[in-house]
């Protein structure tokens, strides 16, 4: 165990993919294999808290992702409700703060209240930030930013020869964060789907074949290492 953060590592990013095509292998339901993926979402709360992270963000929902089978959308829904009821006691124990990204109007009433009842309640906690992307796509949020931009240059309070890469910044949806050291994705899929299109320019990336629903702290502890082999040069020399 790490008994302090490594300045290299603040936040980790992780794409949970392959829920699906573990229920398969098993002839079971999809929606079994977003069940089983809670064990994982645990896990990497854990290793995080252990290693003295300060951010997590688990993209949970896509803004394609309602594109998915009602049924689909509708149990996954559930799942974040069922989610949050039994696990706050218990981040809130480990002084997590619960945050989200995403556009969260998008979400229904009932696990919206939820996610509001638990990101309140965890808000002064300050301990490990555990983000979920929710109905989230890079492009609506570099969208998003736009329009917040372009209202300020109509009102007056912004120029535009004064926009800049860090306006851009800091008009994102959690300005606060910063940009994520490392984009895990599970599965054996090798690519971005819209996650964190602006903040990922120079994250390392770490592909596993392994299923999300059997990526378990053993797993994630593996990742984390090889990302800490990588040599980061941010486009200088070393
Ligand atoms: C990707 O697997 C998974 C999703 C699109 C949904 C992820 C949802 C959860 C992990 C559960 C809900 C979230 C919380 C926070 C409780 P896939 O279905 O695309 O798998 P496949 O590529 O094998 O079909």
Same mark, same amino acid.
């Given at each position: 165990?790490?008994?302090?953060?490594?300045?290299?590592?603040?936040?980790?990013?992780?794409?949970?993919?392959?829920?699906?095509?573990?229920?398969?292998?098993?002839? #079971?339901?999809?929606?079994?294999?977003?069940?089983?993926?809670?064990?994982?979402?645990?896990?990497?709360?854990?290793?995080?808290?252990?290693?003295?992270?300060?951010?997590?963000?688990?993209?949970?929902?896509?803004?394609?992702?309602?594109?998915?089978?009602?049924?689909?959308?509708?149990?996954?829904?559930?799942?974040?409700?069922?989610?949050?009821?039994?696990?706050?006691?218990?981040?809130?124990?480990?002084?997590?703060?619960?945050?989200?990204?995403?556009?969260?109007?998008?979400?229904?009433?009932?696990?919206?209240?939820?996610?509001?009842?638990?990101?309140?309640?965890?808000?002064?906690?300050?301990?490990?930030? #555990?983000?979920?992307?929710?109905?989230?796509?890079?492009?609506?949020?570099?969208?998003?930013?736009?329009?917040?931009?372009?209202?300020?240059?109509?009102?007056?309070?912004?120029?535009?020869?004064?926009?800049?890469?860090?306006?851009?910044?800091?008009?994102?949806? +959690?300005?606060?964060?910063?940009?994520?050291?490392?984009?895990?994705?599970?599965?054996?899929?090798?690519?971005?789907?819209?996650?964190?299109?602006?903040?990922?320019?120079?994250?390392?990336?770490?592909?596993?074949?392994?299923?999300?629903?059997?990526?378990?702290?053993?797993?994630?502890? +593996?990742?984390?290492?090889?990302?800490?082999?990588?040599?980061?040069?941010?486009?200088?020399?070393?």
């Amino acid at each position: 165990m790490r008994s302090e953060a490594e300045p290299a590592l603040k936040h980790i990013a992780i794409i949970m993919d392959g829920n699906g095509r573990w229920a398969r292998k098993r002839g #079971l339901a999809r929606i079994k294999g977003h069940t089983a993926a809670e064990k994982s979402i645990h896990d990497a709360v854990e290793v995080c808290g252990e290693a003295g992270i300060k951010y997590l963000t688990l993209y949970a929902f896509s803004t394609e992702n309602w594109s998915r089978p009602r049924a689909e959308v509708n149990f996954i829904m559930k799942l974040l409700s069922r989610f949050i009821k039994g696990n706050i006691d218990e981040l809130h124990r480990k002084n997590v703060r619960l945050r989200t990204t995403g556009r969260l109007y998008d979400i229904p009433d009932g696990p919206r209240g939820d996610l509001e009842k638990a990101i309140q309640r965890t808000s002064a906690n300050t301990g490990l930030n #555990l983000v979920l992307a929710l109905s989230y796509g890079g492009r609506a949020e570099i969208r998003d930013a736009v329009t917040i931009i372009a209202e300020k240059v109509v009102s007056g309070e912004l120029s535009p020869s004064d926009i800049s890469e860090e306006t851009i910044s800091n008009n994102l949806y +959690n300005p606060d964060i910063p940009d994520p050291d490392v984009i895990i994705r599970t599965s054996g899929e090798q690519r971005l789907s819209n996650f964190l299109l602006w903040q990922s320019a120079y994250s390392e990336f770490v592909f596993t074949p392994v299923l999300w629903p059997d990526f378990h702290a053993e797993e994630l502890r +593996n990742s984390l290492e090889e990302f800490r082999a990588r040599k980061r040069r941010f486009g200088g020399l070393e």
